[in-house]
């Protein structure tokens, strides 16, 4: 079975451009969840999606959204993209809305 | 609120020495969820262990050892025998046990010498 799949791989996008990132949860997950990991930390919590429904969100500001498709993948959009959103954003999925463990390889966002 | 201390930053070893990486977390959670991750290069997170705090039996997989314990929370990995291709970045993790929101530490950066 495949692992969570996440696309692309790689993006650079320009200061105050949006972007949108994927994410396929492994078969039979129905929750999927989004970090965004700045280099030398760890992951940080963005948002949880299960059953289409938003379950929790971090800290993060507004122009974070996601959504959940009804084969449960899911979208994490950033509009007015800052330096600071340089990062890589991680999914992961489970089964059930308990904790996850399971990520993808990722997605390598560079601002410039 | 939640939070993960991995204190050590970056430890170096050499090869077959055995090495433990401590973790410690606060939560006034009654029941929640401890992770083990392992992060090498390529930057996936590679899950290692799953436990629950009603579980505090120490777990040992291979050259891999947990010991759990309640009474000081602690949630320390030791890698016996370390190897090369040991050599990653280390998350301790804690989550709640109904939501997939998971507080992640810092990380350590082990790296083991030939």
């Known amino acids: 079975d495949a692992g969570v799949t996440q696309s692309p791989t790689h993006l650079i996008k320009t200061r105050g451009q949006q972007v949108t990132l994927r994410c396929s949860p492994i078969s039979g997950h129905k929750s999927v969840s989004w970090y965004q990991q700045v280099l030398g930390q760890g992951p940080q919590f963005i948002f949880q999606y299960y059953e289409k429904e938003e379950r929790g969100r971090g800290n993060f500001p507004d122009r974070f959204s996601a959504r959940q498709f009804p084969n449960y993948s899911s979208e994490l959009n950033v509009n007015a993209l800052l330096l600071g959103d340089s990062a890589l954003y991680l999914c992961?999925?489970?089964?059930?809305?308990?904790?996850?463990?399971?990520f993808g390889q990722g997605t390598r966002l560079t601002v410039v | 609120a939640q939070k993960v201390t991995q204190a050590q930053t970056e430890i170096s070893v050499v090869e077959k020495e055995d090495v433990t990486l401590d973790c410690v977390y606060e939560t006034r959670d009654t029941t929640y969820y401890l992770f083990w991750y392992k992060q090498p290069p390529s930057g996936e997170l590679v899950f290692l262990i799953r436990r629950n705090s009603f579980d505090e039996q120490n777990e040992i997989s291979g050259r891999y050892s947990w010991n759990f314990q309640k009474s000081t929370s602690s949630f320390n990995f030791t890698i016996t025998a370390s190897q090369v291709v040991d050599s990653a970045v280390y998350f301790c993790a804690l989550s709640p046990p109904n939501a997939g929101k998971s507080t992640f530490g810092d990380g350590t950066t082990l790296t083991v010498k030939p």
């Open positions: 992961a999925s489970s089964w059930d809305r308990g904790p996850e463990a399971f």
